[in-house]
């Protein structure tokens, strides 16, 4: 939902607009380095060198290769740039891709290099990579500007695996079916949290996630639970705490997946907010970093879609969606007709937005670049509300299990069954049409439920925003208390959820 305003601890929605099987083992590995000065990488320029560090290596091991990140705090000196070394221990692992700084591999030796940037006394950053090939050992030797680091190594949870209650989907023709061909409904709620909790450094979710509250969830008859995602987070881009992005962000992720399988409940992962400094109409944020809503995705965006697909492909329980709410064609610096180009193919598409923007058919081909044949949803223009572009402008999908997301809310244009019809109509009779985000911002209900009277007839899922505590000051909240207690608004909801 766009139009977000913050409050400390949380994020909050302004009424103007608006874990897979991670059937893999995890291990983390912690460095926690006291320096001696040795022979190795050669320092980038410092302004002094350092005298001690702390390096945390923490590897996941993933279907097809595996994840880490490399998290250094610097003991010593002011560093002007800073290069870190290590050797991978076996020469059947090599570098794919990586993230916050320069990475290269020459034989087995990897540098991790950032030019340009000040690590300050105590400072800490993280950077991370994807590589190929089994987990292995632990490299037995990290350096920093040429200062050798022990290592000792400790293990970390295994995220736990999907439940069988949830069903493996898969598109066939205009539903979303089960493996059996049964049509599968994705109705249900979205649980705020995971966009902006981490990223102002409160944690990893906004309340609890923990059996009780799924079951409260569960109590109200949904089938499937929204989860919004931060890409800075998941892939540790910027200065982030540790403890709540990186290794740690994903395995929670990962855990929230499997928790909610576990409760029969659907995950279905958007990528909400993502990096981009746009200042332009409808800016929501001055910053570069992924802490607001941006008209597009950046190309960090085929990364997170890469790593995310990688992770849960083997768990066909879990939908992707790829883009909360693109809005190109609200930003003034393009026609309609460029913003539904620039909505598909991204780059230079993507008149005056000022940061490297990717398109959709980006982000789905990094998605089955992994193999992954998870159902993936596409969300149209105009912060999700124009489905009119969608069939002219709809990405290739060799798997051929693309649907197509929607949002509504009662301030729009959109708000009779004559419109739904015209705008919607022609798109759910041809492929899945997911409602990702339906509200009502009176806390009332009586918008929202001829809407969801109407979805239901046509055989078109939708998700209410939103299972989160806020009060109905602030936007379309369901609850009043994580029990489960409805807002009038979440009543509504909640009836007709039971009466379906």
């Not at 608006?18 to 893999?24: D, E, K, N, S």
């Not at 030796?109 to 800490?124: I, K, N, Q, R, Y």
């Not at 949830?166 to 049964?182: C, K």
Request: aromatic share 8%.
């Amino acid at each position: 939902m766009a139009g977000e305003a913050r409050l400390v601890g949380r994020r909050r929605r302004r009424p103007a607009r608006w874990l897979t099987r991670l059937a893999v083992s995890a291990v983390a590995l912690l460095a926690v380095a006291g320096c001696t000065s040795s022979g190795g990488d050669p320092p980038a320029a410092v302004v002094s060198s350092p005298a001690a560090c702390q390096i945390q290596y923490v590897v996941r091991a993933q279907p097809a290769g595996f994840t880490a990140d490399v998290n250094v705090t610097n003991l010593g000196g002011r560093l002007r740039g800073w290069t870190v070394g290590f050797d991978f221990a076996g020469t059947d692992q090599r570098l794919a891709s990586g993230w916050s700084a320069t990475w290269t591999q020459t034989g087995t030796h990897v540098t991790a290099a950032v030019a340009g940037t000040d690590l300050a006394p105590h400072a800490s950053v993280t950077a991370g990579f994807d590589g190929v090939g089994p987990v292995g050992a632990a490299p037995a030797r990290f350096t920093l500007d040429g200062v050798v680091c022990s290592l000792k190594v400790d293990s970390d949870a295994t995220a736990p695996a999907a439940d069988p209650r949830t069903p493996a989907l898969h598109v066939s023709g205009n539903q979303i079916v089960d493996a059996a061909g049964h049509p599968t409904s994705l109705i249900g709620v979205n649980r705020s949290g995971g966009e902006y909790m981490c990223v102002d450094g409160h944690g990893i979710w906004d309340g609890p996630v923990n059996d009780a509250a799924l079951a409260a969830i569960g109590s109200w008859n949904a089938k499937a639970v929204r989860v919004p995602l931060n890409e800075d987070c998941w892939l540790s881009l910027g200065s982030l705490d540790p403890r709540y992005s990186g290794a740690r962000y994903r395995a929670a992720v990962a855990a929230l997946v499997g928790s909610l399988e576990a409760h029969g409940l659907v995950p279905i992962l958007d990528l909400h907010w993502t990096d981009g400094s746009f200042t332009g109409d409808g800016s929501q944020c001055a910053s570069a970093a992924a802490k607001c809503q941006k008209p597009m995705p950046d190309t960090n965006a085929v990364t997170f879609w890469r790593s995310v697909a990688q992770t849960f492909r083997d768990d066909q329980s879990v939908v992707f969606d790829l883009f909360n709410e693109p809005y190109p064609s609200d930003t003034s610096t393009m026609s309609r007709g460029q913003s539904w180009d620039c909505w598909l193919s991204g780059g230079s598409a993507c008149h005056g937005l000022g940061y490297p923007v990717a398109g959709m058919q980006q982000l789905v081909d990094a998605v089955r670049s992994t193999g992954a044949r998870n159902v993936t949803l596409v969300s149209p223009n105009s912060y999700s509300r124009d489905l009119t572009g969608w069939l002219a402008h709809r990405p290739k999908d060799p798997t051929g299990n693309l649907a197509a997301a929607w949002h509504w809310y009662n301030d729009g244009s959109c708000t009779t069954a004559d419109c739904w019809q015209r705008e919607v109509g022609p798109v759910a009779a041809q492929v899945p049409v997911v409602t990702t985000e339906i509200g009502e911002m009176d806390c009332s209900s009586a918008l929202v439920d001829p809407l969801m009277n109407w979805l239901d007839a046509k055989g078109v899922s939708y998700l209410a925003w939103t299972w989160n505590t806020w009060g109905c000051g602030d936007g379309p909240a369901l609850i009043s208390d994580w029990s489960g207690t409805p807002t009038p608004y979440g009543q509504g909801v909640r009836d007709h959820l039971r009466s379906r």
